[in-house]
């Protein structure tokens, strides 16, 4: 499989007062087109800090990323977010649902930066929204949701533009154990369609459903193990 994710000795330092916080160290990592990948880590392993560079959200302080062929590493604020709008598809624990809009109208959004004409953009998220199993709910707004529906919603404007990946940030985060297992039965099937899904989580029974778990620490990557792996070192 191509590469589609490829971090090399990427840094991130921030300067807080007189203290420099060095949120990441040296992390290289490459994740194939297709995979199904967890990062995990304790509060402040920075798992979040490489999720944003991976998003295009941040940029390294040094070290390089290629983002399906592009390096990004030194991209403007504006030319990162042509990338994220093309490239990458956002998942939040808080939903980012717009109140007042229709779940089609929040599925389609980001196909109005993307140039589409309103036909266009209303079957292709009426589209996303079946397949999701949404359909019915196309025109109810996000108060008319339980907060399963409301992260369905959620995942189809992350699909509506066919991105490379998929970013998922906690996403079952505020969701009962039922509503995230059938989150990520819905995972399981997008991965199974040929999507590639990058997710972060601290939950392990969360995490054991992708296919291969990145656990970081005080911001360098501790392991790096496909789940079969994790699997047999915990019975030997």
């Known amino acids: 499989m191509p590469e589609i994710i490829k971090t090399t000795e990427i840094a991130k330092k921030y300067v807080m007062g007189s203290e420099i916080i060095h949120a990441l160290n040296s992390v290289s990592i490459t ?3 297709g995979e199904y990948v967890a990062f995990m880590g304790p509060s402040g392993s920075g798992k979040s800090t490489l999720m944003n560079i991976i998003g295009c959200l941040d940029t390294p302080s040094s070290g390089r990323y290629v983002l399906n062929n592009n390096d990004v590493s030194d991209l403007t604020e504006n030319e990162l977010a ?5 490239e990458i598809g956002f998942v939040f624990q808080t939903f980012n649902l717009l109140p007042r809009a229709s779940s089609l109208e929040n599925v389609a959004l980001p196909l109005v930066y993307a140039g589409f004409s309103k036909n266009e953009r209303e079957e292709k998220a009426y589209e996303v929204l079946e397949r999701v199993g949404l359909g ?3 025109y109810h707004k996000p108060n008319e949701l339980s907060g399963g529906q409301r992260q369905r919603v959620a995942i189809a404007r992350a699909l509506v533009n066919d991105p490379s990946i998929i970013l998922a940030d906690e996403p079952t985060g505020n969701l009962d154990s039922k509503t995230s297992y059938s989150i990520m039965d819905l995972f399981e099937k997008l991965h199974e369609e040929g999507n590639t899904i990058v997710m972060v989580t601290h939950e392990d029974d969360i995490s054991k ?3 291969r778990i ?3 620490r005080d911001g360098f990557i501790e392991t790096d193990l496909e789940n079969k792996d994790i699997i047999k070192s915990q019975l030997i």
């Not at 042509?82 to 093309?86: A, F, G, L, T, Y």
Request: hydrophobic residues 40%; without cysteine.
């Open 82 to 86: 042509e990338i994220r709008n093309k």
């Open 136 to 138: 019915d709910r196309a």
């Open 209 to 211: 459903l992708a296919h």
């Open 214 to 216: 990145v656990r970081l």
């Open 31 to 33: 994740i194939n087109k």
